[in-house]
């Protein structure tokens, strides 16, 4: 699985095309389940690359990109009956070849021929994705869970295994009263344990949110014993038998949850941008704006309506972004280069600088505001007169 360093390589690679050098981005689409044509899908990524062996020949464009291709087509081979999505970033002019399985979520089967890798699917995927902690706790023990784009890694079993079955005692007399008062003791014990394990793990900063699979008949237990830092971070909880339910189930019903938390606050955090925006305040609308507060370095956290797409120039000299099409650079005065899309900028940038990155869909406002926005962690405009910077 990708890890967060390689995609940000992935961010900072750019092909300088020149001499017809171009990184290519390849991802496959596996079809749903119920759809059952794995084949179909293996041939459509085939025919896609030679589609675009096509299109580069036709544009004299040979040597390294072909070589490239080729090899992606030996790839889109062994894709017959692939579940998982998948995708090469490839510049074999630069000895760049990177390969990953990926969460079968990634839109559509694509190839990009351009300066930069396409990450928007990457992005979509991993841009608002919190550190996440998976509890699957029971009365006796409690297996803590790093979920990560699919991947599902133990980090920690707890185990306080209880006295007797006080059932064994029968509940009348004074032994079954006392081994019962034994055992709710015992559990109390280790649900205190577990809180407090989570709340260390916290405090060293390996997660920053929480999901918890706990049977209702034990949550409000569990629940009292959680410090109100470990509350805080808390998204959502499903009931399920601890001991019964599989790791490709805890991971299913945490995504579910996950998912429906991101679009939610996606959703909600928009609209702050948008309020803030028309009060003047930390908040941008429209690409121009948004490009302004990304070069100033305000940008704390970017929406961008999910079939967005805006032409724009960039210039490969200094950097920087215009959503005029203009011929020379307004910062440098050197010759800028037209973007078909200005994500293809942009996603790098907030990959390179850790913003966060919300791709939303069917909202109006945001829709109205020019499909695109951000919350600021300052303004640096009003810096200028004398306002100290909000913290975030
Ligand atoms: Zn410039």
């Known amino acids: 699985m990708i890890t967060r360093n390689e995609i940000r390589e992935l961010a900072n690679f750019y092909a300088d095309d020149n001499n017809g050098v171009a990184a290519l981005s390849f ?34 464009k040979n040597g390294p990109i072909h070589a490239d291709l080729d090899r992606i087509l030996e790839v889109t081979g062994k894709l017959t009956g692939h ?24 839109g559509a089967t694509r190839i990009s021929i351009q300066q930069r890798f396409q990450l928007q699917p990457l992005a979509a995927l991993l841009g608002a994705q919190p550190a996440l902690c ?49 055992v709710a003791e015992e559990a109390l014990q280790h649900f205190k344990a577990v809180g407090e394990s989570l709340l260390a793990s916290l405090e060293k900063g390996a997660w920053e949110k929480l999901i918890v699979c706990c049977q209702d008949s034990n949550w409000p237990e569990f629940e009292a014993q959680l410090h109100p830092y470990v509350k805080q971070r808390l998204i959502g909880r499903f009931s ?23 679009e939610e606050r ?17 908040g941008v609308t429209g690409l121009r704006r948004v490009l302004r507060a990304l070069e100033t370095g ?24 215009d959503a005029h099409i203009v011929s020379s650079c307004v910062a440098c005065d050197r010759p800028t280069r037209e973007l078909t899309d200005v994500s293809e900028a942009i ?5 390179r600088r850790d913003i966060e990155l919300f791709y939303i869909k069917d909202h109006e406002e945001l829709d109205r505001a020019g499909n695109i926005a951000a919350l600021l962690r300052f303004r640096a405009d009003q810096n200028r007169t004398g306002q100290t910077a909000i913290a975030s």
């Open 27 to 60: 991802y496959f689409q596996p079809v749903t389940p119920q759809d059952r044509s794995h084949r179909n899908q293996a041939i459509l990524a085939k025919d896609i690359i030679k589609e675009a062996q096509k299109e580069a020949a036709a544009k004299g």
């Open 83 to 106: 579940s998982r999505g998948h995708a090469v970033f490839s510049c074999s002019a630069r000895n760049f070849w990177k390969e990953y399985d990926l969460p079968p979520r990634l």
């Open 134 to 182: 998976v509890a699957a706790v029971d009365r006796r023990r409690a297996r803590l869970f790093d979920l990560r784009l699919d991947e599902l890694r133990e980090l920690a079993d707890i185990a306080h295994p209880l006295s007797r079955n006080s059932s064994k005692y029968g509940f009348k007399g004074y032994e079954g009263g006392h081994a019962e008062r034994r």
């Open 240 to 262: 399920e038998d601890v001991a019964g339910i599989s790791n490709e189930d805890i991971r299913d019903r945490a995504n579910t949850i996950l998912d429906r938390w991101i």
């Open 266 to 282: 996606g959703r909600v955090k928009s609209e702050e941008a948008i309020d803030q925006a028309k009060a003047n305040g930390r």
């Open 298 to 321: 305000e940008v704390q956290t970017l929406f961008i309506a999910d079939n967005y797409k805006s032409r724009a120039v960039e210039c490969p000299h200094c950097g920087h972004l």
């Open 347 to 351: 996603i790098p940038m907030a990959i």
